[in-house]
């Protein structure tokens, strides 16, 4: 990913994080653990925020795009290489 394709993934998963947060009052909805910020979060689970956050975005463009006729290439995740094609 470029650099701000870097950020804009940072910023949808700390917005998805954080909304997951006050949704459960800080704590987790599984374990009743407190949760941490997200700069205190460990770098896995901020990743898999993010990788969650870009899908949504990606499903939501892609089904407004297909509605129009518009081909939608591949989604690809934060951490993840190119496909051939996009290199």
């Known amino acids: 990913m470029a650099h701000n394709d870097d950020e804009r993934a940072e ?3 700390r917005a998805a994080y954080e909304i997951y947060c006050r949704s459960t009052g800080g704590r987790s909805a ?3 653990d407190p949760l941490p ?3 205190d979060a460990r770098e896995d689970i901020r ?3 993010m990788r969650a956050g870009v899908a949504a975005v990606w499903a939501w463009t892609a089904h407004d795009l ?3 006729g518009v081909e939608v290439p ?3 995740l934060p951490g ?3 496909p051939p094609r996009w290199t």
């Open 80 to 82: 993840e290489p190119s």
């Open 74 to 76: 591949p989604l690809r």
């Open 47 to 49: 990743l898999a925020w």
């Open 37 to 39: 910020s997200w700069l």
């Open 30 to 32: 599984v374990t009743n």
């Open 66 to 68: 297909r509605q129009a």
């Open 11 to 13: 910023a949808v998963g």
